[in-house]
């Protein structure tokens, strides 16, 4: 019998946070592991504290939620450089950019593909565009 690597567990702990989530459209789920492999933050698409766990709208980046991979990093309990974030889904390039604020994610793994409609059609960078422009390293999960 083997054991999961440490990226099946982080994937898998990023799907498991994703059940949390109250939205009807798309849950979301954020795992961060530090260099040894140990969870310093976790995370999913959700309302601010104190607010009606509701979507404000159906459209695209209008649903009022605060996505999981901010939360992950506001929940962070960093533990020195080199952490790897795990995501159900490929991270919007408002968070791409703010994952690589953090200066300390240094690995972006995903699950599922996130299309930003309008950046898209304008020609923008997707947020994986936007991480590995960066220096971080992204990889989408296959299975």
Not at 63 to 79: K, P, Q, R, Y
Request: proline letters at 3%; one cysteine or more.
């Amino acid at each position: 019998m083997s054991r999961p690597t440490f990226d099946e567990l982080g994937i898998a702990t990023a799907r498991l946070w994703a059940t949390r989530s109250a939205d009807p459209k798309v849950k979301v789920g954020a795992c961060i592991l530090d260099h040894h492999h140990r969870v310093v933050g976790v995370g999913y698409n959700g309302r601010a504290a104190g607010e009606p766990n509701e979507r404000e709208s159906l459209s695209q980046g209008a649903s009022g939620f605060i996505h999981a991979e901010v939360n992950a990093l506001l929940a962070a309990n960093w533990n020195g450089e080199g952490h790897t974030l795990y995501v159900t889904h490929e991270p919007c390039s408002t968070c791409a950019r703010l994952i690589v604020n953090s200066r300390r994610i240094v690995r972006v793994l995903f699950d599922a593909d996130y299309r930003e409609d309008a950046r898209a059609e304008a020609g923008l960078p997707s947020g994986a565009g936007i991480l590995q422009a960066a220096g971080i390293e992204v990889k989408r999960v296959h299975e």
